[in-house]
T-cell receptor
Framework: GQNIDQPTEMTATEGAIVQINCTYQ??????LFWYQQHAGEAPTFLSY??LDGLEEKGRFSSFLSRSKGYSYLLLKELQMKDSASYLC???????????WGAGTKLIIKP | DSGVTQTPKHLITATGQRVTLRCSPR?????VYWYQQSLDQGLQFLIQ???????AKGNILERFSAQQFPDLHSELNLSSLELGDSALYFC?????????????FGNGTRLTVT
């Protein structure tokens, strides 16, 4: 079946580093997306991985291992504005549809 | 600003009523997606249109329907509304029908059914 697992909630300290994990089991694979969503707002696109390895974008990096069905989002130099939910979504190759995780709520403390 | 426009921002209506939510995709995007997000819940995929044709269907109730017009804007119609339909409804658009292009989301319509 199709399944995406993310931790429900994580807490980190301002200025620190946090890693949010995502594991998936889907019918095929054609890319993995990370989105950020502040409460009551629209999800915004952060990163896309389709090949194994690390993609870096400023303070945010995303890693993918297709053989392990695993990805993580790494946030460095945490700021209070990073408090949000982080959604992992996998695109299947059978029908190109996105399968969404339930999201990880990240709480940043001073 | 994602470039995706949704109207109205807020909608309050009574049970049993019918409402229409509107979405204009980003310029150049051919696909439109509709999602429902209840309070503190994940995104629930409802339906996707690509260049005017229905491309994929998710967990969309029979009371709900959608369409994409020739100018690529889309409307989501919700009828016989129930209290449980209260949610944020997001529209998203992408360039293609489902390749590597990310989805860009509008700011949503918050529907309250009383």
């Amino acid at each position: 079946g199709q399944n995406i697992d993310q931790p429900t909630e994580m807490t980190a300290t301002e200025g620190a580093i946090v890693q949010i994990n995502c594991t998936y089991q889907t019918s095929g694979f054609n890319g993995l997306f990370w989105y950020q969503q502040h409460a009551g707002e629209a999800p915004t696109f952060l990163s896309y991985n389709v090949l194994d390895g690390l993609e870096e974008k400023g303070r945010f990096s995303s890693f993918l291992s297709r053989s392990k069905g695993y990805s993580y989002l790494l946030l460095k130099e945490l700021q209070m504005k990073d408090s949000a939910s982080y959604l992992c979504a996998v695109r299947e190759d059978s029908n190109y549809q996105l399968i969404w995780g339930a999201g990880t709520k990240l709480i940043i403390k001073p | 600003d994602s470039g995706v426009t949704q109207t109205p921002k807020h909608l309050i209506t009574a049970t049993g009523q019918r409402v229409t939510l509107r979405c204009s995709p980003r310029s150049g995007d051919l696909s439109v997606y509709w999602y429902q997000q209840s309070l503190d819940q994940g995104l629930q995929f409802l339906i996707q249109y690509y260049n005017g044709e229905e491309r994929a269907k998710g967990n969309i109730l029979e009371r709900f329907s959608a369409q994409q017009f020739p100018d690529l804007h889309s409307e989501l119609n919700l009828s016989s509304l129930e209290l449980g339909d209260s949610a944020l409804y997001f529209c998203a658009s992408s360039v293609g029908g489902g390749e590597s292009s990310p989805l860009h989301f509008g700011n949503g319509t918050r529907l309250t059914v009383t």
